[in-house]
């Protein structure tokens, strides 16, 4: 297992991979990918279950993960590459034309590690529930993970998705929310008054942690704590990862404005040389 | 002619249901969901034997989509259920990327199709689904015509790895295919030969077709009548092959002329051979409420409106 400071080191690198990405094809979403990079750096290379070379969609005997909000693909693609799942140069070809790098997660692109597409948003928890409830039926011991936008618990989707995961008893399921607090036209409070996310998915019948996201230790005894409380009694858990939307890069840090602008090259230099490299640019 | 006999009338959704039980005990990775209407969609049958693989989805048809595509995921054949309006048209987006785009092998079962839904009226009647479904890459589109086909076809849509659009009905309807038949994807079924015009129908329209093939044949015309138990893939080779012989066509469906059978036989005919087509369908406008039967009739879907499209159409000849 990593160690903590491997792990920061990871992110690092995740993370400048993302503003590589993002700066080269012009477009992309740098504000969330660079929330949820300390949650899916530790997902990837400490948490899962999983064979990234020999990846195949059935899941089977492999932890799975979903990326539900598929905006946020330059993390997930750079965590994928990263732990082995394709060549890391093929990160740039990000949003080419004919890359398997889409804009948004796609299966048709044949990307290893992309179970389902995801992009319109609040999809992903139930295609992931349903995963979760499969390997209930074939007695597979494996958890399925799946990361949301808190803007995208607007959907109401999620909340059938909520419903139907606790009455169907989905105790193999982890989802996180990456609670940034931030959306595309503000503040997820300005927007549409998310409320008390904690409170209600409770109230929705699922067991509730709560973690600082960008604490390595926090965010991998959340993970812990998920699992203890699934074993304990069959609810699905949700992990709420308070984040701030563009970490790591000051002048991104806590705004909208990143959420789907592509810095220009000045900027870039300007976030890269906050970011070190740990594991050599791509 | 006359070869043709209704052992009795019965509703394809009672097919439905004959071919997902039979589907159940053949295959254990068969699983069934249903948004609340089990019993309308004569799924419980399936749900009774196999507890275990059905789940009920609740008045929440956006999840059941999204559940069924994670269960096709781990090697399931996941059938979701519910009237052909709240699993087409209300979850258009969620088929479109967790289904068709994502490739998942997910068979959506629609019953309570077209217009002979009947006293509910116009929100729960759908004239356009078949549309909607045949206008994503990757999803093959069914709507076969009598119990029989509908058992055959949920059987062979099972056997099928990729995303089945499925669609039946509610209301009793003469069951004349055979109770033995091989249902082959995307192979239209000729019915009867003929030479001077071709009705191509689908669904609960084919056994209209047939009546109104019997009753040309008195007025001394000959009528070929092909089965699209399949919209898509359509069987091109046969539709060709037939209107090369007949040079008139007539397209009968329970559904809106945009987005229906009969505009995708026109499209292959305008690029391939072009022949004047008649519509018996809806044109542009909302069904109602009343009796299966009456509405048919008040909207023209029956063999009396197809006879005189089949006139209509060789006279453009």
Same mark, same amino acid.
């Given at each position: 297992m990593p160690t903590t400071q491997e792990l920061n080191n990871i992110a690092s690198q995740v993370r400048r991979d993302i503003i590589r990405m993002v700066t080269a094809a012009?477009?992309?979403?740098p504000g969330g990918s660079l929330s949820s990079t300390d949650i899916l750096t530790a997902l990837f290379f400490s948490e899962l279950n999983h064979s990234p070379q020999n990846w195949?969609?059935?899941g089977k005997g492999n932890d799975m993960f979903f990326l539900?909000?598929?905006?946020?693909s330059p993390v997930f693609y750079s965590v994928l590459a990263r732990s082995g799942?394709?060549?890391?140069?093929?990160?740039?070809?990000?949003?080419?034309?004919?890359?398997?790098?889409q804009g948004h997660p796609s299966v048709e692109a044949g990307?290893?590690?992309?179970?389902a597409a995801s992009?319109?948003?609040?999809?992903g928890l139930s295609v992931a529930i349903g995963a979760a409830l499969a390997k209930k039926i074939e007695k597979d011991p494996n958890y399925v993970y799946v990361l949301m936008g808190d803007?995208?618990?607007?959907?109401g989707q999620v909340w059938e998705a909520a419903a139907f995961g606790a009455h169907n008893k989905a105790n193999n399921l982890i989802a996180i929310t990456d609670?940034?607090?931030?959306q595309i036209d503000g503040t997820t409070e300005e927007v549409?008054?998310?409320?008390?996310l904690e409170k209600k998915w409770k109230a929705f019948g699922w067991n509730v942690v709560v973690a600082d996201g960008h604490n390595m230790d926090e965010i991998l005894a959340a993970f812990k704590q998920a699992k203890e409380l699934g074993a304990k009694e069959e609810k699905p858990v949700m992990i709420l990862m308070k984040t701030n939307m563009g970490k790591g890069v000051d002048f991104m840090?806590?705004?909208?404005?990143?959420?789907g602008k592509a810095p220009k090259p000045q900027d870039a230099e300007k976030a890269l040389a906050q970011l070190q490299e740990t594991l050599g640019d791509y | 002619m006359g070869k043709f006999t209704n052992t009795g009338n019965k509703d394809t959704r009672s097919g439905f249901g004959a071919g997902l039980y039979e589907l159940g005990n053949q295959n254990e990775n068969v699983v069934a969901l249903c948004a609340d209407l089990t019993g309308s969609l004569k799924m419980d049958a399936f749900a009774k034997e196999h507890p275990d693989r059905?789940?009920?989805?609740?008045?929440?048809e956006a999840n059941m989509i999204g559940v069924g595509a994670g269960l096709a995921l781990n090697g399931k054949i996941p059938f979701v259920g519910s009237f052909a309006a709240f699993v087409t048209g209300r979850v258009y987006d969620q088929i479109r990327q967790s289904v068709a785009y994502s490739e998942t092998n997910v068979k959506i079962a629609a019953s309570? !199709? #077209?217009?002979?839904?009947?006293?509910?009226?116009?929100?729960?009647?759908?004239?356009e689904d078949l549309g909607l479904m045949k206008m994503l890459p990757n999803m093959v589109v069914i709507n076969p015509c009598d119990y029989n086909q509908t058992k055959a076809a949920t059987i062979a849509a099972g056997n099928y790895q990729g995303p089945v659009y499925l669609r039946f009905g509610r209301p009793g309807v003469p069951n004349f295919t055979p109770e033995d038949q091989e249902f082959v994807i995307g192979k239209a079924v000729n019915l009867i030969e003929g030479k001077d015009v071709t009705i191509f129908a689908t669904g609960h329209l084919v056994w209209e077709a047939i009546q109104a093939a019997e009753l040309l044949e008195q007025e001394g015309i000959s009528a070929e009548v092909i089965n699209?138990?399949?919209?898509?893939?359509?069987d091109v080779e046969a539709v060709l092959n037939s209107v090369a012989k007949t040079k008139a066509v007539v397209c009968a469906e329970?559904?809106?002329? !945009? #987005?229906?059978m009969g505009e995708s036989i026109a499209s292959v005919l305008a690029a391939n051979a072009p022949a004047p087509v008649e519509f018996v369908a809806i044109n542009d406008k909302f069904g109602q409420s009343g009796t299966p039967a009456a509405l048919m009739k008040a909207y023209g879907l029956d063999a009396e409106h197809i006879v005189e499209a089949a006139k209509k159409a060789i006279s453009r000849k």
């Open positions: 012009q477009s992309g979403h195949s969609r059935d539900s909000a598929g905006h946020i799942y394709f060549p890391v140069k093929e990160l740039a070809t990000f949003r080419e034309f004919g890359s398997r790098l990307l290893p590690g992309v179970y992009g319109s948003l609040g999809q803007g995208e618990s607007e959907e609670w940034n607090q931030q549409f008054g998310l409320g008390d840090e806590g705004t909208c404005a990143w959420h | 059905f789940f009920q989805a609740g008045i929440a309570h !199709a #077209g217009i002979t839904l009947g006293e509910d009226g116009a929100t729960h009647q759908i004239l699209i138990h399949t919209i898509k893939p359509l329970e559904h809106f002329i !945009a #987005g229906g």
